[in-house]
Structure formats: structure tokens, C-alpha cells
């Protein structure tokens, strides 16, 4: 048993998650090209690309079962959604690799691993997994106008002006409606406070919540 | 200035009556319609009070819809051109108003009329309208894809009602500080716009 501290904290958590273990075990007779095939797929199916024609051609191309290639696969996502999930500051490239060498995963598999974790997609994968997140929608386009109502059918001469907004949120829902002026002086206000609040909390959360 | 009310037959007509009823009765009646006016489609009086009101000013229907019809008109014409209450009192007593009546109307617009107006102006011709607005800032430590967050989100609630209806309908929208950041800044220019304007 290594006395490196790195055993004190492994990115999967407590135990070693079973996908993970069975691909440490089904990965001899792998070679490298084999490997970063299967790895592709996986990225890609990470991002949300649909990849059954992928992993049937490679499938085809080896000899290696089916199953066992499963295994893999299972593995290969499992490892990297947890590491992933980790920020960078908190999870370390050296502590990752330690991580998986005591899984005695071959080295170059490990750099493989290493390389789309702590690699320049690694943002365009953060983005993809949280999409699939629990969340209320986001305004995804905003537009307005500003009226001036000069006549209506009961006053000649109304001269109120207004402001029409048009929301259109990420969840396709659209709306349309006027904002009468003191209202909008509320939102405007409103919505200065909140920026101050989370400005506020920015600079304190950073100071008390340690990782 | 251009005179509000032409004196019309049904003018004619209904001047005749409104002289004839008594000045206290007329009063009431006169409050009463200043204060539906702003509202569309809604019957100023009851089918029972309309009766009552036959038998008190011993109209006939005809006669007694001819009145309710013109005092209201009068008035809408008074908030149409925003007229003053004294030139309102003069034209009333140019197409043969009594006196005393073209006073009554001159006090309740002078009274009442600017509050009649703004309430006019507040209403509303678009499919919807903010009502209220609420936030709630969140901060966030973590999701199923992603742990050790700290990422302050805000969530704003906008009450939004259909004209006719008492129902509000609530808009609930995610903004992380830059979202917000964005957002504000549309405010502002929006505001840049209204102040253009004044």
C-alpha cells in the first residue's frame, strides 16, 4: 500500500464505481488504436452526438467481443464524467493519474485519459453534460421597443409612452408583452439589486467556502 | 375652440330632459357615470336600477337611455379633448343646458376628470402586461454534471395578465451574473431611449 496522499482522495468518490473496475479488467489485448477509437466515441457521445454507426464500425473492425468492448466503453464514460464533474482546481492532473494507476490502467491509456480531462475540449464538455441538468430556462433571445402612445379612441392627446418587450426562452416559449413605465423602473432597479447582491457574494464566497 | 358637443336633434332631445329632472337626482346619477366611464362594456346601471331610476325621474326608457346615453357622452367628450371645466360649463349652457346643470357637470369633471384621464391612459392595448416582478438569487454548489459550483444564479418571476382576465400568468427565467450583466445592459440602453424622449 503507497503511503501517497493521493490515496486519501480519488475523483470517482468513495468506492470504485463497478463500470470502472470492469474496464480495468477487460483491457489486455487492447492496443493503443483500438483504444482511442473507442475514446472518440465516447467524447462524442459526451457532447451529445449520436454515435451507434461509429461504435458499430469499430466493433466490426476487432476481434475483441462485444461485450468486453462494452465493458470498456461503460468504463471509459465513467471516468470521465466523474473527472469532469471535478474543477480543475480541485482535481489535479498528477492526482488524476495517480488515480488510475493504481487501477493499473497501461500508462499510454492513462495520457489518453489525461488529455481530454485536463485538454482544450474539456469546456465544450463541461457545456455539453450540464444541458442535460435540472434548470429553469434561460432567456435566450430579448427584444423591445419603446411606444409612445400619442392618441386612443378616449383621449386625443394620451402622449404615454410604454416599453413592448418580446422574451423568447430556451425552453421555445415566447412572450410578448407591454411593460407600463413605473414597472419598468422596477425591473430596471430590481435587477441592478440582484447584480450587487451577486457581486457581493462573489467577492465573500470565494473567501469562506473552501474546496 | 371647436365646440365638443354639436347641438344635435338627439341633443335637442335630451337637453330637454336633463332640465327637467331635479337637480340633487341628477347629481347622483352624474357620479355614478363618471365613475364606470373608463371601464368597456360594462353597463353603468343594472336592468333593476334602470326601472327605479324610470319611475324616480318619471322618464320613460326611451328617454330615460336618451339621458344616461348623452351624460356620458358629454363627459367622454370632455376627456377626449381634455377640456377645461369652465369652457365645459360654457359650451353646456350654449346648447341650452340649464345653468345649474352645466355647473354640476363643469364641478364633477373638474372633480373627477383627471383621474378619469389617467385612467384612460393606463389602458392597456397589448396582449399582456407586467405586473410584478420578483427575483431570487441562488447560490449554486452543485448539479449532476458538474460538483463544487459556487455559481451565483438569479432567478426573476414576472407576473404577466391578459387584459380581460384576473389571472396572472408567472415567467420564471435562470440568469448566471453574466446573463444578468447582459440583460441590464439592454435595460439601460432601453432607458437611454425613454429618456430621449421627455
Known amino acids: 500500500m503507497s503511503s501517497s496522499h493521493a490515496k486519501d482522495f480519488s475523483f470517482w468518490g468513495g468506492r470504485i464505481p463497478p463500470e470502472i473496475e470492469s474496464m480495468s479488467k477487460n483491457l489486455k489485448d487492447v492496443d493503443q488504436e483500438l483504444f482511442r477509437k473507442l475514446m472518440k466515441a465516447v467524447v462524442s457521445s459526451l457532447e451529445g452526438k449520436d454515435c451507434v454507426s461509429l461504435m458499430k464500425s469499430i466493433a466490426e473492425s476487432t476481434t475483441i467481443p462485444q461485450d468486453r468492448l462494452g465493458h470498456i466503453v461503460a468504463g471509459m464514460h465513467r471516468v470521465l464524467s466523474e473527472a469532469i464533474r471535478i474543477p480543475p482546481s480541485s482535481l489535479k492532473q498528477e492526482a488524476f493519474k495517480e488515480n488510475l494507476r493504481e487501477l493499473r490502467i497501461p500508462e499510454d491509456f492513462i495520457s489518453d485519459f489525461s488529455s481530454v480531462v485536463f485538454g482544450n475540449r474539456r469546456s465544450a464538455l463541461e457545456t455539453a453534460t450540464s444541458t442535460n441538468d435540472p434548470h429553469l430556462p434561460a432567456l435566450q433571445d430579448f427584444k423591445w421597443r419603446v411606444d409612445v402612445a400619442i392618441s386612443t379612441s378616449s383621449l386625443s392627446r394620451a402622449l404615454r409612452s410604454s416599453v413592448l418587450m418580446q422574451m423568447k426562452l430556451s425552453d421555445g416559449s415566447f412572450h410578448c408583452f407591454e411593460v407600463p413605465l413605473s414597472k419598468f423602473q422596477e425591473l430596471r432597479y430590481n435587477t441592478a439589486l440582484i447584480l450587487k447582491e451577486m457581486n457581493d457574494l462573489e467577492k465573500r464566497s470565494i473567501l469562506q467556502i473552501q474546496d | ?198
Open chain 2, 1 to 198: 375652440m371647436t365646440s365638443i358637443i354639436k347641438e344635435t336633434q338627439s341633443i335637442k332631445e335630451a337637453v330637454t330632459f336633463i332640465n327637467a329632472i331635479d337637480v340633487n337626482k341628477f347629481s347622483r346619477l352624474i357620479s355614478r357615470i363618471i365613475q364606470k366611464l373608463h371601464l368597456k362594456g360594462e353597463r353603468t346601471f343594472s336592468e333593476d336600477e334602470e326601472q327605479k331610476l324610470q319611475t324616480a325621474l318619471s322618464l320613460d326608457k326611451q328617454a330615460l337611455d336618451l339621458v344616461l346615453e348623452t351624460t356620458a357622452f358629454i363627459l367622454e367628450q370632455a376627456v377626449y379633448h381634455n377640456v377645461k371645466p369652465v369652457a365645459l360649463q360654457q359650451q353646456l349652457e350654449a346648447v341650452h343646458l340649464n345653468p345649474d346643470k352645466a355647473e354640476m357637470f363643469s364641478q364633477t369633471w373638474a372633480a373627477t376628470g383627471p383621474e378619469l384621464v389617467e385612467k384612460l391612459k393606463n389602458n392597456i392595448f397589448a396582449p399582456k402586461k407586467l405586473e410584478y416582478v420578483g427575483w431570487q438569487l441562488n447560490l449554486q454548489m452543485a448539479q449532476s454534471s458538474q460538483a463544487r459550483l459556487k455559481s451565483p444564479s438569479a432567478v426573476l418571476q414576472l407576473g404577466l395578465r391578459k387584459e380581460d382576465s384576473e389571472v396572472q400568468e408567472n415567467v420564471f427565467a435562470d440568469f448566471n451574473h453574466q446573463e444578468l450583466l447582459e440583460f441590464y445592459n439592454k435595460l439601460e440602453v432601453v432607458q437611454g431611449q425613454l429618456d430621449s424622449l421627455t
